[in-house]
Structures are given as structure tokens and as C-alpha cells.
């Protein structure tokens, strides 16, 4: 099956930095969702981008499915972005997302 | 608005004692899909339904079994849960269609005594 790397595994910032989240993933996809996990344990869907870039307020996504990556920029981060970050892609020949182990984002005020 | 709701949110049930997790949605979707999540680990597919379709992961244990008597519905039986079980559950919908995205629930978290 397909394999995921998550990095940074951990992130810590401060309030109204900038960071960016990468996933690798070892396979072709026709499908890649990143979610935000909360502290409540809630999986808010971010984005669904099998490729291009999408933006959705102080969000943004890229994937490049040629070269087998996905980026997720936090701009003008917020105590409220913290928790755990999952790329999740699914590959073409099959029929499950397979996610990653995550990147654990703190934002301290 | 149109959702996937899981109930209850916490569950504790005794070592042993069958629990039945539900999941329903207003989406209309024909593939749903429970997902396991240990503390501090990533989401795991246990199976899926396409439709009336019931497709298991090959690794998931006997004694998780489901049921979907419906699109709207879909539930996940525990029979003998162990302590090994407790995590949170995540249902999931989505069109047919690898290009479909999937919308989670809340989930449930699961505790064993």
C-alpha cells in the first residue's frame, strides 16, 4: 500500500508566525485530503486537493501529484490552530485514505 | 445542513459487554466508512460499505463486526471488547469515486472498565 510521511512530526510557534507542513506520499493519488484534528479529538476537513493549490483564509494548500507531494501553509498562526495535522491521500488503484502520523502543531500566545 | 452524525459522543461499557457504536447521515452518500484512532496515532480504516457492499480490512479483528441497514445508517458492534479497544471511532461518507472526498463525524470515543 501506499505510504505517508508526515513533517514536521512536532511543531511549535508562536502566535502570528508563519509555518508550512509537508506530506510525501509514495504512490499515485487521485485523491488528498488534509485535516485538522482539535483538542476535542473533532477531524475538520481543510481541504480536498488531489493537485493544484487552493487557498481558504489565513489556509493554503499545494499538491504536486507528479512528484508525489503535498504542502499546507499556515499563515499568521492562531492558539486556536493547534492540534494535530493529517495529509491523507488516496491512491489510484485503491479505495482507502491512508492517513499520516500527523504533525502535532502548538501555537503559544 | 446536511451531516454525519455519530452518537453517543463518549461510550464506556465493562470489559466483555457487546457496545454498538451508530452513525447517521443526511448526505446521501452510498460509501461510508468506520475508522479506528488509538491516543496519538493516525486514523485506521476498519471497513467500508459500498452500499449494501460490506468490505473489511484484512487486519481488522473478529470482533468488530457492522451493519448497514440503510443509506441513511450504519453501526459498529463490538462483541467482546478488550482494553486494547478503547479509541475513538470515526464514520465517514462519501460518493463512489476515488476522486470523492470523505466528510468525517465527530466520532465516539470509546472507554472499556
Known amino acids: 500500500g501506499i505510504q505517508v510521511e508526515q513533517s514536521p512530526p512536532d511543531l511549535i510557534l508562536q502566535e502570528g508566525a508563519n509555518s508550512t507542513l509537508r506530506c510525501n506520499f509514495s504512490?499515485?493519488?487521485?485523491?488528498l485530503q488534509w485535516f485538522h484534528q482539535n483538542p476535542w479529538g473533532q477531524l475538520i476537513n481543510l481541504f480536498y486537493?488531489?493537485?493544484g493549490t487552493k487557498q481558504n483564509g489565513r489556509l493554503s494548500a499545494t499538491t504536486v501529484a507528479t512528484e508525489r507531494y503535498s504542502l499546507l501553509y499556515i499563515s499568521s498562526s492562531q492558539t486556536t490552530d493547534s492540534g494535530v495535522y493529517f495529509c491523507?491521500?488516496?491512491?489510484?488503484?485503491?479505495?482507502?485514505?491512508?492517513f499520516g502520523e500527523g504533525t502535532q502543531l502548538t501555537v503559544n500566545p | 445542513d446536511a451531516m454525519v452524525i455519530q452518537n453517543p459522543r463518549y461510550q464506556v461499557t465493562q470489559f466483555g459487554k457487546p457496545v454498538t457504536l451508530s452513525c447517521s447521515q443526511t448526505?446521501?452518500?452510498?460509501?461510508m466508512y468506520w475508522y479506528q484512532q488509538k491516543s496519538s496515532q493516525a486514523p485506521k480504516l476498519l471497513f467500508h460499505?459500498?452500499?449494501?457492499?460490506?468490505?473489511n480490512e484484512a487486519d481488522t479483528p473478529d470482533n468488530f463486526q457492522s451493519r448497514r441497514p440503510n443509506t441513511s445508517f450504519c453501526f459498529l458492534d463490538i462483541r467482546s471488547p478488550g482494553l486494547g479497544d478503547a479509541a475513538m471511532y470515526l464514520c465517514?461518507?462519501?460518493?463512489?469515486?476515488?476522486?470523492?472526498?470523505?466528510?468525517f463525524g465527530d466520532g465516539t470515543r470509546l472507554s472499556i472498565l
Open positions: 465517514a461518507t462519501s460518493r463512489t469515486g476515488g476522486n470523492q472526498p470523505q466528510h
Open positions: 504512490d499515485s493519488v487521485n485523491n
Open positions: 486537493i488531489p493537485s
Open positions: 491523507a491521500p488516496r491512491e489510484t488503484s485503491g479505495s482507502r485514505l491512508t
Open positions: 448526505l446521501n452518500h452510498n460509501v
Open positions: 460499505y459500498y452500499d449494501k457492499d460490506f468490505n
